[in-house]
Structure formats: structure tokens, C-alpha cells
Nanobody
Framework: QVQLVESGGGLVQPGGSLRLSCAAS????????MGWYRQAPGNERELVAE???????SYADFVKGRFTISRDSAKKTVYLQMNSLNPDDTAVYYCNVVAATAWGTRAVDYWGKGTLVTVSS
């Protein structure tokens, strides 16, 4: 199986920055994509940013120009640099990877437990 360990959440003032990290480990044969989702109270989980192994990135409109996703392939780690944070960014942020655990198997989604980001003065 695949394990994901997230870190970097916390309390930050409006206009501040945070950097989230997510390290993947376990029986990983192939990583197709790594990304971040978030879920605010009362809302559905939504895509924040995603990065595929061929280098294609996608961002939600509400974070374009403020957040940057990157990865260290050797460490199987994905990062989310979040700048110009505002209270609407308050949510639990979840790491997501799409990975296959063996040759010939289908890649499936794996999720981290989430890290809370609170933007408040």
C-alpha cells in the first residue's frame, strides 16, 4: 500500500504564507500524479493543484497566482507553497497521489489524513 505523510499546516495571518509537504512511501511502482485538495467546513472537497509525472500542472482558479505546486521525484514528495493567504483559504488540506503498486496494475487514488490551515488575525 501507499502511505502519505503531510506536514506544514497551521495558523497564519491574512497575507501570510505557508508551505505544505507530502511524502509518499510504501509499495509504489509508478506515480502518475500528485496533488492537493482542500475541504472547508460545510463544503465538498475540491481540487487545489495537481502535478502529473509528465510535468503538467493544473490549479483551481481561486489559487492561481498565489499557490505553487512542485515535487521532488527522488523523494516522492509534493509541496504546496501558499502565498497571500486569506480567510477563505481556511480548510483541511489533503494530499492526493495517483499511483500503481505493481506492474500491470491500475493506478488508483490514495489520500493523506489532512493538515489544517487556518487563516485568521
Amino acid at each position: 500500500q501507499v502511505q502519505l505523510v503531510e506536514s506544514g499546516g497551521g495558523l497564519v495571518q491574512p497575507g501570510g504564507s505557508l508551505r505544505l509537504s507530502c511524502a509518499a512511501s510504501g509499495s509504489i511502482f509508478r506515480l502518475d500524479a500528485m496533488g492537493w485538495y482542500r475541504q472547508a467546513p460545510g463544503n465538498e472537497r475540491e481540487l487545489v493543484a495537481e502535478l502529473t509525472t509528465v510535468g503538467r500542472t493544473s490549479y483551481a482558479d481561486f489559487v492561481k497566482g498565489r499557490f505553487t505546486i512542485s515535487r521532488d521525484s527522488a523523494k516522492k514528495t509534493v509541496y504546496l507553497q501558499m502565498n497571500s493567504l486569506n480567510p477563505d483559504d481556511t480548510a483541511v488540506y489533503y494530499c492526493n497521489v495517483v499511483a500503481a503498486t505493481a506492474w500491470g496494475t491500475r493506478a488508483v487514488d490514495y489520500w493523506g489524513k489532512g493538515t489544517l490551515v487556518t487563516v485568521s488575525s
